[in-house]
C-alpha cells in the first residue's frame, strides 16, 4: 500500500482563524478522500478531492468552510476555515487506487483543538 | 443514501475465545465490504475486505461472511489476543459515477481481557 502522510498531526487555533492540512502520497493514486472523526465517534466523508477541478462535497458539507485542493496526483489540502469548537476533531485523509478503486487506506490524520 | 448499521457498540471477550461483529446495509447496490481497525490514537487500518461476489473470506484469525439477500456482513475473530482489543469498523461502497465512497458504521470497541 502507499505511504501517506499528513501534515500538522496536530494543532490548537484560535476561534475565528482557518487551519490547512496537506496530505501526501508518495505514489499517484486515483481517488483522495477527506473525513471527520469527532471524539469517540466514526468517520463521516466531507468531500472527494478531484484532481484539477473542484471537490464533491457530501451533504452538511460545504466548498466555504473546508475548502480543498488537489493539484496533482500525490497532494490534497484541506481548510477549515472560519474555526469554532465545535470543528475540534480528527480530520484523515484517505487514497484508492492502490491496487483497485475501491480499497482506501488512510493518513495518520490531524487532531485539530479549537479554543 | 447508504446506511450502515454495527453492532454490538461494545464487546468484551476473554482471551482465547471468538469475538463476532455484525453489520446490515441498506442499498443493494452495494459491492464491497471492508473492516477497520482502529486503535486509540492510530489511522484505521484495512484489515479484511470482501466483495458481492463471494460468501466467505478468511486471513488467519479473521474472517468475514457477507449474506447479500439479507444485507448483512460480518467480522468473526477466533483465538482473540489483547493486541486484538481496539476499535473495529465496518463500511459499504456507494458506487457512484467514478467515486466508490464508503459509508462507515458506528464502531465497536472490542475488549478482550487476560
Given amino acids: 500500500s502507499a505511504v501517506i502522510s499528513q501534515k500538522p498531526s496536530r494543532d490548537i487555533c484560535q476561534r475565528g482563524t482557518s487551519l490547512t492540512i496537506q496530505c501526501q502520497v508518495d505514489s499517484q493514486v486515483t481517488m483522495m478522500f477527506w473525513y471527520r472523526q469527532q471524539p469517540g465517534q466514526s468517520l463521516t466523508l466531507i468531500a472527494t478531492a478531484n484532481q484539477g477541478s473542484e471537490a464533491t462535497y457530501e451533504s452538511g458539507f460545504v466548498i466555504d468552510k473546508f475548502p480543498i485542493s488537489r493539484p496533482n496526483l500525490t497532494f490534497s489540502t484541506l481548510t477549515v476555515s472560519n474555526l469554532s469548537p465545535e470543528d475540534s476533531s480528527i480530520y484523515l485523509c484517505s487514497v484508492s487506487g492502490l491496487p483497485t478503486t475501491d480499497t482506501q487506506y488512510f493518513g495518520p490524520g490531524t487532531r485539530l483543538t479549537v479554543l | 443514501g447508504e446506511n ?109 481481557t487476560l
Avoid at chain 2, 22 to 41: H, V
Fill in chain 2, 4 to 112: 450502515v448499521e454495527q453492532h454490538p457498540s461494545t464487546l468484551s471477550v476473554q482471551e482465547g475465545d471468538s469475538a463476532v461483529i455484525k453489520c446490515t446495509y441498506s442499498d443493494s447496490a452495494s459491492n464491497y465490504f471492508p473492516w477497520y481497525k482502529q486503535e486509540l490514537g492510530k489511522r484505521p487500518q484495512l484489515i479484511i475486505d470482501i466483495r458481492s461476489n463471494v460468501g466467505e473470506k478468511k486471513d488467519q484469525r479473521i474472517a468475514v461472511t457477507l449474506n447479500k439477500t439479507a444485507k448483512h456482513f460480518s467480522l468473526h475473530i477466533t483465538e482473540t489476543q489483547p493486541e486484538d482489543s481496539a476499535v473495529y469498523f465496518c463500511a459499504a461502497n456507494r458506487a457512484t459515477g467514478t467515486a466508490s465512497k464508503l459509508t462507515f458504521g458506528t464502531g465497536t470497541r472490542l475488549q478482550v
